[in-house]
C-alpha cells in the first residue's frame, strides 16, 4: 500500500472562502498554468466543467481563476479586490492584478468530464497570437489540491474517488487507520506524535510549528470578526449575518447566568457560524480540510479552549496534528470533496476530525481517538450536497454548527468507552467512499436536487 504523504501542512491551508474546491483550487489551476507556460499569456480561455460550472458563479468560481492568472493567491486575495466577490462577470474582458493584466474568456459547461467533476480546461496565447496551451486540463478534487490531467490518471483511487499522494518518504507511514493503529502500538507514540514524526521528517519541527500556530491564530481571527460583523451575504439570496447578533445575545445571558447545562453548546453554534458567515462573505479562512466546512474544526478547539482545562499552543498542535492524520486518512481512501461524494465528505470528514482532536486533548487513547472519529463520521453518512442557489450558504452555514456539536459528542461518547468498537474508521471511510459513488449526481454540489431545488431558486444567482 503507499505512503501516507498528505501533509497537515496541505490539510490545513490559509485562504478565502467561499470554497476550497470551487474557489482555492481553481486560483491555484490558474497559476499553475502561468507557472507552467515559457512566457506570459495575454489571452486565456478557460472552461469550466461539471460542478465547477453548475455552481461556478455562486461559489466565485470566475473570479478566482481570473484573480489566479494575474498573481493574486488564496493568502493574498481580499474581498474587496475587483471584481467584487457576487458582481456580475462579464464572458470576456481584462482582469488586472499584481502580474499585470490578461485579455480573458470564461465559459460554463456543466457537462462533467468523465474523471472528476471539477475540471478547468485552458487555452492561452502570447501577444503575437501563438497557442502557448491548447486544451490544457486541472483538476480541483478538493481541500484545495488540485490534479493536472498526468496527475489525475496517475493518483485516480482503484475505486473511482480521486485522490492525492505526494512523493515523500516519512519514518512511520501509515494509509489507513488500521495502519495508524498499528504504528501507535508499535512506537507507543500518540496519533499526533505519530503524525508529528512524520510532517518533521518532511518539512522539519521549526515550520511545522509555525504553521500549526498561525492556523490556530487565523482561525481565532477569523471567529473574532465573525462576531463583530454585520450585514447581508452576498450573492443574491439576502441571507443576513446572525453572529454578531446572537453573541450579543450570548454575553447578556452569560452576565444575568450561567447555570444552563446546554450554554456550552449554544457557543459551539455560534462560533461555527461566525467562521462560516466570514467563509460565504469571500473571508479569510482556514481550510479544514474545506471551506464548506471550515467551521467545524474551529468551534471545537474553541469550545477545548474555553470549555476545558488546559488548552494552550501544546495541545492546539496536538488536536491539529491528530485532526489531520484522520483528514490524511479520509483523503487517501474517500474524499473531501463535496462534488465527488456529497457532503458527507466535507462537514463528515470535518466533524470526524474534530471528534479526533477532542478526544485526544481530553486524553483519549489512540483507539478511543479512532472511535471518536469513527463515530462522527458513520453519523454523516449520506449526507448530500445541495447548496440553494450554489452558494455555500443554506444549509452550508448551519450544517457547520451542527457537524461541530456532532464532533463533540462523538469524542465524549468515545472517550467514555474502551476505544473498542465493531465498525472501524476504515470500515465507515470505505462505505462513504461507496456512497458518493452511488449518490446521484444532482446531489453533489450542482444545486440540481434537495434543498437547492425544493425552494425553486435558481442556481447561480447573481447580486445585483
Not at 455562486?58 to 494575474?70: E, K, S
Not at 489507513?176 to 501507535?184: N, S, T, V
Not at 477569523?222 to 454578531?244: D, I, Q, S
Not at 482545562?309 to 498542535?317: L, Q, Y
Amino acid at each position: 500500500m503507499p505512503q501516507n504523504t498528505v501533509s497537515v501542512i496541505d490539510l490545513f491551508s490559509i485562504g478565502i472562502g467561499p470554497s476550497s474546491s470551487h474557489t482555492v483550487g481553481p486560483m491555484r489551476a490558474a497559476q499553475a498554468l502561468i507557472e507552467r507556460l515559457p512566457t506570459r499569456p495575454t489571452t486565456v480561455a478557460v472552461e469550466l466543467r461539471g460542478s465547477l460550472a453548475a455552481t461556478g458563479v455562486g461559489h466565485g468560481t470566475d473570479r478566482a481563476v481570473l484573480l489566479g492568472l494575474v498573481g493574486y493567491t488564496p493568502t493574498t486575495t481580499t474581498a474587496d479586490i475587483d471584481p467584487k466577490p457576487g458582481a456580475p462577470i462579464p464572458a470576456e474582458g481584462i482582469i488586472s492584478g499584481p502580474d499585470g493584466e490578461v485579455a480573458y474568456r470564461v465559459s460554463f459547461n456543466p457537462a462533467p468530464v468523465s474523471e472528476h467533476p471539477n475540471c478547468l480546461i485552458f487555452d492561452a496565447w502570447d501577444e503575437h497570437g501563438n497557442q502557448l496551451a491548447e486544451h490544457l486540463e486541472f483538476f480541483s478534487v478538493g481541500g484545495g489540491f488540485i490534479l493536472d490531467r498526468e496527475g489525475m490518471e496517475l493518483h485516480r483511487h482503484e475505486a473511482g474517488v480521486a485522490t492525492v499522494r505526494e512523493v515523500a518518504s516519512v519514518p512511520l507511514p501509515f494509509d489507513d487507520g488500521a495502519e495508524l493503529m498499528q504504528r501507535c502500538e508499535e512506537t507507543g507514540l500518540t496519533v499526533a506524535e505519530v503524525m508529528r514524526v512524520n510532517e518533521e521528517a518532511i518539512h522539519g519541527g521549526e515550520r511545522l510549528d509555525a504553521h500549526l500556530d498561525a492556523v490556530w491564530d487565523v482561525m481565532q481571527e477569523c471567529v473574532a470578526h465573525g462576531l463583530k460583523t454585520e450585514g447581508v451575504l452576498p450573492g443574491g439570496l439576502n441571507v443576513k449575518r446572525r453572529a454578531n447578533r446572537l453573541h450579543r445575545l450570548l454575553t447578556a445571558e452569560y452576565e444575568a447566568s450561567t447555570a444552563r447545562g446546554l450554554d456550552a453548546m449554544e457557543w459551539v453554534n455560534l462560533f461555527a457560524l461566525a467562521v462560516n458567515e466570514e467563509n460565504a462573505a469571500h473571508g479569510q479562512v482556514v481550510t479544514a480540510p474545506t471551506n464548506g466546512a471550515a467551521g467545524i474544526i474551529p468551534a471545537v478547539m474553541h469550545y477545548c479552549r474555553d470549555f476545558t482545562d488546559g488548552f494552550d499552543t501544546s495541545r492546539a498542535r496536538e488536536f491539529l496534528l491528530t485532526a489531520g492524520a484522520i483528514g490524511a486518512i479520509i483523503k487517501n481512501n474517500a474524499s473531501i470533496s463535496g462534488a465527488e461524494v456529497g457532503c458527507q465528505g466535507e462537514v463528515g470528514s470535518a466533524s470526524a476530525m474534530a471528534a479526533a482532536g477532542m478526544c485526544a486533548i481530553l486524553g483519549g487513547s489512540p483507539q478511543q481517538v479512532e472511535n471518536a472519529a469513527e463515530i462522527a463520521l458513520e453519523h454523516n453518512l449520506g449526507l448530500t450536497c445541495d447548496p440553494v442557489g450554489g452558494l455555500v450558504q443554506v444549509p452550508c452555514i448551519e450544517r457547520n454548527a451542527i457537524g461541530a456539536v456532532k464532533a463533540i459528542n462523538a469524542a465524549r461518547l468515545a472517550k467514555l468507552g474502551d476505544g473498542t468498537n465493531i465498525v472501524s474508521l476504515d470500515d465507515v471511510i470505505e462505505t462513504m467512499a461507496s456512497t458518493g459513488r452511488d449518490m446521484m449526481t444532482k446531489y453533489k454540489e450542482t444545486s440540481m436536487g434537495g434543498l437547492a431545488v425544493q425552494l425553486g431558486l435558481p442556481v447561480n444567482i447573481t447580486e445585483c
